[in-house]
C-alpha cells in the first residue's frame, strides 16, 4: 500500500519526523517497505516549446526537434517520443542539467546527430512510470519558465507491508485511523455533499443477485450529463504517487475511492447496458468474455460475472468487460459498489491468472457496511469533477446485513499475556482510538463491539494484541522463558513418535516436511469435497485452505524431485490434517518413486505398478509390526479419487481401519510430470503409538526342522490376494507357519483375463519332525481349498 504523506495529513492531525512515523507505524504492526521522495526541485529544467521537427536521417523512430527554452538561441534535440509534434510544450533539460538519479545530460551525439538535451518524461524526473511518452504542460506556459514554478512541491510517498488480517489499511482511511490511534488524534473523513435529481435511479436500472452467497452486497447508481475528460492536476498527482496511471476523470474517480476507502468501485457506460439491468450470476462453462486489457477469456462456473440479459459485462471483483467501458462519448454512467466473498474472487484471479487492485482487496476482505458510502463519495466527486446529475436514490441489494461481533475480555488475562500491568483505563482509551464500543465495563473485565470493518478481531486474545501493539510493543519487559514441571506426566507420546520415525528411517525412508496451508487446485487431483477449512485471510491464493490430506504435498514433492533428476525416493511425513471446524488428526504419509529396492545391476529395468505397490505395502507391513500393530490385514477400497480405479486396499488392524493405500491416479501423475507407477500411503498415527511401549510375548527357538512348498495358482483378474488367504487359513492346520506370495506373472502361457499368482508356504511342528507325507496332505488340502474357493488351476511346471 502507497501513499503519500500530504494525503495522509488531510485526514488526520499530527507532528512527527518522517523516521518518527515510519518507526510508530511499523511497531503497531504496519511495517514500512520504504520512504521515497517525488519531484524535486528539477534545478535547470524549465518549459520547453518544439518550433520544428524533422525526420532522423539515420533512424526511422527517432526525430530530430528545435527546441525554444526562453534563450536567446534554440536548441536542436533528438528525441523517440512518439507525442512529439510542433507546439507542444514539455520539460526541457539543457546540456549540463543533472536530473534525478544523479545523471549529467552531456553534449551527445546519437545515431550521427548531435543531441544538446533531452525532452523529460515523466519518469525521467522522477515523477513516477510513465514513459508512455513526453511531459505534457499547459499550451500557455511560457519557454523558459522553471518546472519547478509548475509543479508541487517534493512528495515523501510511504510504502507499506500490509499482513492479510489487516485488508482495512489496504485504504488510505484505514491508515489515518491507525496514525489517528497511535497519535491520540482525530480522524476526519471527507464530507459528501451529494445532490441529487427529481429522477430516481430505480427507473433506469434493476439489479437481480442470483448469487447471494457470492455477491452478499450490490450497489448501483446512475448518473447523467458526465462529460469525460482529464483529471484534475491534484487527483492525477495523488494516483501515479500511488502507481496508478491516470486515463480520464471518470475511471480516475473510481480509481481513487479505491484508494481512499478500500473499496473497489468499476463504472460502466449505462447506454450498454441492455434494458438497463444488471444481473449477478455465475458465469456458464466456457463461457467466452474480453476484459478490459482487451484478452478473451473462457469462464467456469466457479467464477462469478456482472452481466446484462444478453451477455456477461465485468468479471465480478477482478476487472471490466471492453464491451461497457467509459468511453470519450459516454455520458450515462452506471456506478456498482459491492462486496464479493474472498474464495470466489481468490479462485476467479488465480484461475486466470489475473490479478488487479481489486481482486487484491476483494481476496483479503472489505467492509460490506460501508459500500454504499464509497458509492456515494465516487458519485459526488463525479458531480463535483465531471459535472455529472446524479438520479435520485441507490439499488442496494443486501439481504442479509452484516452483524456485530462483540467480544468479552479481562484485564487480568491482558496484563498477564502481555506480561506488562496496564491500567484499565489506558485500555479503555485505547478502545476509543480504535473505535471499539465499550457495551459493558467493570472491574474485572469488559464487553466490547467490534466495527465492522475489522473482520480480524474474532477472540479475546486478538483483543490483547490490539492492546499490546497500541500500548507499545517496545514498552514489552525482556523475561527469560519459565520452564513448568508437572509432577505425574509422561513423555510416552513423544518417544513412540520418535520411535516412529526412527522405524520410518530404518526401513530407508526420508523425512520431509510441508507447510499445513495448500490451495484447492492442489487438493482438487486428488478429489472435491466440501469439508475443507478456508482461511478467511489467507496470505496468497496459493496457500488459501488447510489441508486435509498428506498424500496431495506428498506427491507434489515426489514429482519436484523427479523434475531435478531424483529418480527413485522413498519419503514420509508426519503431520496434521484439517477438516471444516479445524478439526485435527494427526498422520502418517509415505510416498514410493522408482525402483528403490532393486539392485544397482538391476535399476534399468522398467518399473511395474505391482512392483511399486508391493514394495510401499511392504514397508507399511513391517513399519507397523515394528511399532507392535496386530493383525495386520488389507480389503478392498472403493471410491477413491486419490488413486487409480481398482488400485486402493483399506489397511486394517482387525476391525479398525489404519489408513489407506494405491496407486495414484494418472490426472496428478501427470500434473508433475511422473510417467511412472507411484504409490504413496497415508495412516492415523495414534493407532501406531498405542502398543509401543508393550512388551511382546517371547517363543521358544523351534527346535524341529521346517519344510517349504509352493503352488502357482491361475486365477481371473478379479480375484485378489486377500481370497486366496482367506481360503488357505480357513482350514490351515497349525503346523502352517508362513504363507508367502512370491511371484505375480501375466504373459506366455497365460491367458488374456487371467494371472498366476505363486505362494510359498512353511510347515513346522513345534512337537516332532515332519514326514512328507504329512506335509504332503496339507498342502494338497490348500491347495483344494483354494481351487474351490476362487476356481483357481494349479499352474504346472
Same mark, same amino acid.
Not at 69 to 78: A, I, L, N, P, Q
Not at 82 to 97: M, S, Y
Not at 729 to 758: C, H, T, V, W, Y
Given at each position: ?61 527517432? &526525430? ?180 496508478? &496511471? ?26 450498454? /447496458? ?6 449477478? &450470476? ?9 476484459? /478490459? ?58 484461475? @486466470? ?126 523475561? @527469560? ?64 485452505? /488447510? ?68 514394495? @510401499? ?148 511342528? &513345534? ?31
Amino acid at each position: 500500500m502507497k501513499f503519500p504523506l500530504t494525503w495522509l495529513k488531510e485526514l488526520v492531525d499530527f507532528e512527527d519526523t518522517l523516521e518518527g512515523l515510519s518507526d510508530k507505524l511499523t511497531f503497531a504492526g504496519l511495517e514500512v517497505e520504504q520512504i521515497e521522495t517525488i519531484g524535486g526541485t528539477f534545478d535547470g529544467v524549465v518549459v520547453g516549446e518544439i518550433t520544428a521537427v524533422e525526420p532522423h536521417p539515420n533512424a526511422d523512430k527517432l &526525430r530530430l526537434c528545435t527546441v525554444e527554452y526562453g534563450s536567446d538561441e534554440t536548441m536542436r534535440v533528438v528525441c523517440g517520443a512518439p507525442n512529439v509534434a510542433v507546439g507542444g510544450k514539455h520539460p526541457f533539460a539543457p546540456v549540463g542539467t543533472t536530473l534525478p538519479g544523479g545523471f549529467t545530460l552531456k553534449k551527445a551525439k546519437i545515431r550521427g546527430e548531435v543531441s544538446m538535451g533531452m525532452l523529460c518524461a515523466k519518469d525521467e524526473l522522477g515523477l513516477g512510470n510513465d514513459h508512455a511518452g513526453l511531459m505534457e504542460l499547459d499550451a500557455t506556459t511560457a519557454p523558459g519558465t522553471p518546472l519547478a514554478d509548475l509543479l508541487p512541491k517534493p512528495e515523501s510517498v510511504f510504502e507499506l507491508e500490509i499482513t492479510p488480517n489487516r485488508p482495512d489499511c489496504l485504504s488510505i482511511i484505514g491508515i489515518a485511523r491507525e496514525v489517528a490511534a497511535i497519535y491520540g488524534s482525530t480522524l476526519k473523513l471527507p464530507t459528501i455533499e451529494l445532490n441529487e435529481s427529481d429522477e430516481p435511479a430505480e427507473s433506469l436500472i434493476t439489479v437481480s443477485v442470483e448469487d447471494a452467497e457470492r455477491c452478499p452486497r450490490y450497489t448501483a447508481r446512475v448518473l447523467k450529463n458526465a462529460t469525460v475528460g482529464p483529471s484534475p492536476d491534484w487527483m492525477k498527482t495523488r494516483l501515479e504517487a500511488c502507481g496508478i &496511471r491516470s486515463i480520464n476523470n471518470l475511471v480516475d474517480i473510481t480509481n481513487y475511492v479505491l484508494l481512499e476507502t478500500g473499496h473497489p468501485l468499476h463504472a460502466f457506460d449505462h447506454t450498454l /447496458l441492455k434494458n438497463g439491468k444488471i444481473i449477478v &450470476r455465475r458465469a456458464e462453462q466456457g463461457e467466452k468474455f474480453t476484459t /478490459l486489457d482487451e484478452t478473451e477469456r473462457e469462464l467456469t462456473t466457479e467464477m462469478l460475472v456482472i452481466a446484462d440479459p444478453e451477455k456477461a459485462v465485468a468479471l465480478a471483483g477482478v476487472m471490466g468487460g471492453a464491451n461497457t467501458e467509459i468511453k470519450d462519448n459516454t455520458s450515462t454512467v452506471l456506478l456498482e459498489s459491492a462486496a464479493f466473498s474472498q474464495s470466489g474472487i481468490r479462485h476467479t484471479a488465480k484461475t @486466470l491468472g489475473l490479478s488487479t487492485d481489486s481482486s487484491y482487496r476483494f481476496q483479503r476482505g472489505i467492509n460490506t457496511d460501508s459500500v454504499e458510502w464509497a458509492s456515494r463519495r465516487a458519485a459526488a466527486l463525479m458531480n463535483e469533477l465531471a459535472g455529472a446529475t446524479v438520479c435520485a436514490g441507490v439499488i442496494d441489494a443486501y439481504p442479509a446485513p452484516k452483524t456485530k461481533t462483540k467480544i468479552t475480555v479481562q484485564w487480568a488475562n491482558i496484563c498477564k499475556l502481555i506480561g506488562l500491568e496496564i491500567p484499565a483505563e489506558k485500555m479503555l482509551h485505547i478502545f476509543q482510538t480504535l473505535e471499539i464500543a465499550v457495551i459493558e465495563n467493570d472491574d474485572l473485565g469488559a464487553t466490547l463491539e467490534i466495527p465492522t470493518f475489522r473482520d480480524d478481531l474474532t477472540r479475546e486474545v486478538d483483543i490483547i494484541e490490539e492492546i499490546a501493539r497500541m500500548n507499545g510493543v517496545d514498552k514489552i519487559p525482556e523475561k @527469560l522463558p519459565i520452564a513448568q514441571i508437572i509432577g505425574g506426566t509422561h513423555d510416552d507420546r513423544t518417544r513412540a513418535i520418535s520411535t516412529c520415525r526412527r522405524n520410518l528411517a530404518g526401513l530407508g525412508a526420508r523425512e520431509i516436511l510441508n507447510y499445513t496451508l495448500v490451495n484447492h487446485p492442489l487438493l482438487d487431483l486428488f478429489g472435491k469435497n466440501d469439508d475443507r477449512e478456508e482461511l478467511p485471510h489467507p496470505i496468497s491464493a496459493d496457500q488459501s485452505v /488447510l489441508r486435509t490430506s498428506l498424500i496431495p504435498q506428498m506427491i507434489e514433492s515426489l514429482g519436484r524431485n523427479k523434475s531435478r533428476q531424483i529418480n527413485q525416493a522413498v519419503f514420509f511425513e508426519i503431520g496434521r490434517t484439517f477438516t471444516q471446524g479445524s478439526v485435527q488428526t494427526e498422520k502418517v504419509c509415505l510416498g514410493v518413486m522408482g525402483t528403490p529396492g532393486r539392485a544397482a545391476l538391476d535399476s534399468q529395468r522398467a518399473n511395474s505398478e505391482e512392483e511399486t505397490f508391493l514394495w @510401499l505395502k511392504g514397508l507399511v507391513i513391517n513399519l507397523l509390526t515394528a511399532q507392535k500393530v496386530a493383525k495386520i490385514k488389507f480389503q478392498t477400497l472403493e471410491n477413491a479419487p486419490a488413486f487409480q480405479e481398482g488400485r486402493a486396499l483399506k489397511i486394517m488392524s482387525g476391525k479398525i481401519q489404519l489408513g489407506v493405500i494405491g496407486l495414484i491416479n494418472s490426472k496428478a501423475r501427470k500434473n508433475w510430470r511422473l510417467n511412472d507407477p507411484i504409490a504413496s500411503a497415508e495412516l492415523d498415527l495414534e493407532p501406531l503409538l498405542s502398543n509401543v511401549w508393550k512388551t511382546g510375548t517371547v517363543q521358544e527357538v523351534p527346535l524341529y526342522p521346517s519344510m517349504e512348498r509352493d503352488y502357482a495358482f491361475i486365477v481371473d483378474e478379479a480375484v485378489q490376494h486377500q481370497e486366496i488367504l482367506k481360503a488357505i487359513n480357513g482350514g490351515a492346520p497349525a503346523e502352517l507357519e508362513k504363507i508367502e506370495l512370491f511371484d505375480l506373472f501375466r504373459g506366455k502361457g497365460i491367458e488374456k483375463g487371467q494371472k498366476s499368482m505363486a505362494y510359498k508356504f512353511i510347515f513346522r511342528s &513345534r512337537k516332532k519332525t515332519l514326514t512328507d507325507d504329512k506335509v504332503n496332505k496339507y498342502h494338497e488340502a490348500i491347495g483344494k481349498r483354494v481351487s474351490k474357493a476362487t476356481g483357481a488351476t494349479i499352474r504346472e511346471g
